[in-house]
């Protein structure tokens, strides 16, 4: 994943933030081994939730692992996250502080070029990179039909099974938006129903516009600064992050 959008992680407010049915209490004294084990339970937990990039709910950390240990959650957590960043490169983020729901993200350097990419998946990853970079370039959002006929375009049908992508609007519509990739929004008043997209938040810890404007010069020869619009709106992201 590109470095350039960081995201500054879990801080301790997200994590003894309320909950309907959980308010951490003061941490009693546990046994180092049995902290030790639940740290190495709830890692595996998170990698496996991301190997279909689903995004953590803590109400399921809770319910699934931490359980009888819910006193010492923020302990748990923290260090778990640690262990993700220096074993594995990835870092656990909250993304929704009222629902309090997490994903992890890429925390290690990546050469140009290669953005939402993982190998077993890369061929995926190169479409959503596409559609972010379509979404971006044509004002952060656009309509499904907008998408649909863009896509048309590229030979990849919403109707028709793709020999690389299997069903895509299944793709475009279930998977990427269920990864927290892109959000769907209703536009009000049409019929038949008619939707716009734009990037998800999982997108905006991953990448930057930046970086898909990039890839877009690449793409069409040009430099980035041919887009005056949107090299200004890279630029003024960029500085923000």
Request: proline share 4%; glycine share 4%.
């Amino acid at each position: 994943m590109s470095q350039r959008k960081r995201s500054k992680g879990l801080g301790s407010s997200q994590l003894t933030g309320g909950e309907d049915d959980f308010i951490p209490t003061q941490v009693e004294r546990r046994s180092q081994d049995q902290v030790n084990q639940k740290v190495s339970e709830l890692v595996q937990f998170l990698l496996v939730k991301d190997q279909k990039k689903i995004p953590i709910k803590r109400a399921d950390m809770l319910k699934n692992i931490i359980r009888e240990y819910r006193d010492a959650y923020s302990e748990i957590v923290k260090r778990a996250d640690r262990t993700l960043q220096a074993v594995f490169g990835l870092q656990l983020v909250e993304i929704d502080t009222k629902r309090h729901i997490y994903i992890l993200i890429n925390n290690l350097p990546r050469p140009e070029g290669q953005h939402l990419c993982r190998d077993k998946e890369k061929e995926k990853m190169g479409l959503l990179l596409v559609i972010l970079s379509f979404i971006f370039m044509k004002g952060n959002s656009v309509k499904d039909s907008a998408l649909w006929e863009f896509l048309h375009l590229l030979r990849v049908y919403p109707g028709k099974q793709h020999s690389v992508f299997g069903d895509v609007r299944k793709l475009v519509t279930e998977e990427f938006v269920r990864q927290k990739y892109l959000e769907t929004t209703a536009i009000p008043l049409t019929d038949p129903p008619e939707f716009k997209y734009q990037w998800g938040p999982r997108a905006e810890k991953e990448t930057s516009k930046k970086d898909v404007l990039n890839f877009v010069a690449k793409m069409q020869s040009k430099d980035p600064t041919f887009w005056a619009s949107q090299y200004s709106e890279a630029e003024a992201n960029k500085a923000t992050t």
